[in-house]
């Protein structure tokens, strides 16, 4: 299993320049097609606004738009024109108000989706909360990098989240890739209540035993710790251990025990310093 088709959300002037680095190192590494989407933005008038949108607005809206798709194209064709990768550019209008219904709909048909990890302040306003969508409805893994990642590699070193679940098994099938070139994986459990000591206790190793057939030599580590929500600890280790990424599921719980508990994907989505690949 490999990569071929992959998929970079280039959602912004800024999200081009910072994603595209590591997403065209990604396509060199596994030999795949790149395909760069922006979504422009839609004009969309608003019943609450008295005024009418005159021909002057409609233009100067329309001249912005296509001033920023030129600018992120020019980054594109720039950046895989010196990584030598087979890139293709697209350019989509937004057909609604929310953008992010163009990238489900294009990471539904590639192999991995890249984007920076969330940025309320830098995100335009019909993109918000698109990582998220992709994560629960693309049926693809979203690979999330920080903004500040630039060239550096990614899966060197793996920490993949388990636990039995369908978030869990996803990601860690859609993670082989990784975890098949990686110099260090490990598998890390954290026990969650209701759950009971002696299942909990198998549960990496069974998942060890199943990498191994695929290739992976994963160190497994179990750990019970009631101080640290999850996603803390499960930082707190990718960290200890030097991980350049973490693999896991993604919202998989339901929303009442994300209200009691906390949820670890929220926290990872805002919190990670790491690439991270999440699967839903």
């Known amino acids: 299993m490999s990569y071929k088709t992959i998929l970079a959300c280039l959602t912004s002037e800024f999200a ?10 990604l396509a060199q590494r596994f030999g795949a097609h790149l395909t760069g989407l922006h979504t422009r933005e839609a004009f969309v008038p608003y019943s609450g606004i ?8 409609i233009g100067d ?18 950046a895989t024109g010196r990584a030598g990768c087979t890139a293709e550019w697209r350019s989509q209008a937004a057909r609604s108000p929310e953008a992010a219904d163009e990238l489900r709909e294009s990471a539904t048909r590639s192999d991995l989706t890249v984007a920076l990890f969330p940025d309320p302040q830098r995100e335009r306003f019909d993109q918000r909360g698109f990582q998220k969508d992709l994560v629960v409805h693309s049926g693809r893994p979203l690979l999330l990098l920080p ?18 679940s369908r978030e869990a098994a996803r990601a860690l099938h859609d993670g082989l890739p990784f975890l098949q070139t990686a110099a260090f994986a490990e598998i890390v459990t954290i026990e969650e209540p209701p759950q009971q000591a002696a299942d909990f206790s198998t549960e990496g190793h069974e998942i060890a035993r199943l990498l191994s057939r695929h290739g992976v030599a994963a160190e497994v580590r179990q750990i019970q710790d009631g101080e640290h929500p999850a996603g803390t600890r499960l930082l707190m280790e990718a960290a200890g251990q030097q991980c350049d990424l973490l693999i896991m599921g993604g919202y ?18 805002h919190e990670a310093r790491i690439p991270v690949l999440m699967s839903g």
């Open 61 to 78: 809206f329309s001249s912005r738009v296509r001033e920023e798709d030129q600018k992120i194209e020019q980054l594109f064709r720039a």
């Open 16 to 25: 081009a320049a910072h994603l595209l680095p590591a997403a065209c190192g």
């Open 147 to 164: 903004d500040d990642w630039g060239e550096k590699p990614v899966g060197t070193r793996v920490l993949a989240a388990w636990k039995p």
């Open 50 to 57: 008295a005024i009418a949108a005159d021909e002057i607005t």
């Open 252 to 269: 998989g719980h339901s929303r009442l025990h994300r209200l009691i508990f906390g949820d670890a994907s929220e926290h990872i989505l």
